[in-house]
């Protein structure tokens, strides 16, 4: 869908920060809550060892439900832009860093992709996404902050499995169909707010109700 967008990017990127802001400075920007719901996993049941293949194969499924999710809402809401939380991308990206840090073997791998496209489909994968990537060091800094307000998500305090994640994500940096950003936003500057936004204006291609004329003027005034 044109009017449909991902946002991506290894745990602590900054992902949420970016969305509560793109949502405020695009008017008919869309984060929509989707009634999919995350399942319990059997790996993160206490005392129970973890299944990495079968916790990656039940987050592909996720993901593609959230995926058609998202482009029934895009559907429905044609004139809007709808940003989506994760999209195949993410799926590739954890999937890579599972097996770079051998926690799933070459043949479990194949299983997993060939999972992934069976739900999914070849024909997605240049789905308009921004990937926020600022590296390791800043993932880091962002989660010890998170986590004195909130639990710690599975794995995240791993920094092993934080690296191969954005190493991982470094993959997509020269994809045609992708915003990548390797540094942390500067919240405090208009300028980068406006270029992000001006880039889903022109791949989305939503042009009725796309106002960001006032942030533009924002910009010229503080450049």
Known sequence: MSNLFFLGGPHGCGKTTLSKILEKEIPNLIVPELKTRTPKFYSEIPNKEVDFLHRQALKHAQRAIENYEYREIARNNHNKIILGNRGIYDIV???????????????????????????I???L?????????????VCKRHLETRWKAERKKFMED??????????????????????????????????????????????????????????????????
């Open 121 to 123: 489909g070849y024909n």
């Open 93 to 119: 990206a954890y999937g890579e860093a599972y097996f770079s840090l051998g926690w799933v073997s070459e043949e479990e791998k194949k299983i997993l992709d060939n999972w992934f496209y069976f739900l």
């Open 158 to 223: 791993n920094m092993d499995y934080l690296m191969a994640v954005c190493n991982a994500y470094g993959l997509y940096k020269n994809n045609e169909s992708i915003l990548y950003i390797d540094h942390e936003i500067d919240l405090n500057d208009k300028k980068e707010i406006y270029d992000i936004s001006e880039w889903i204006e022109k791949l989305c291609k939503i042009e009725r109700g796309l106002k960001i004329t006032d942030l533009a003027v924002d910009v010229a005034v503080n450049v």
């Open 125 to 137: 994968m240049s789905e308009t996404t921004i990937i926020l990537n600022p590296g390791f060091e």
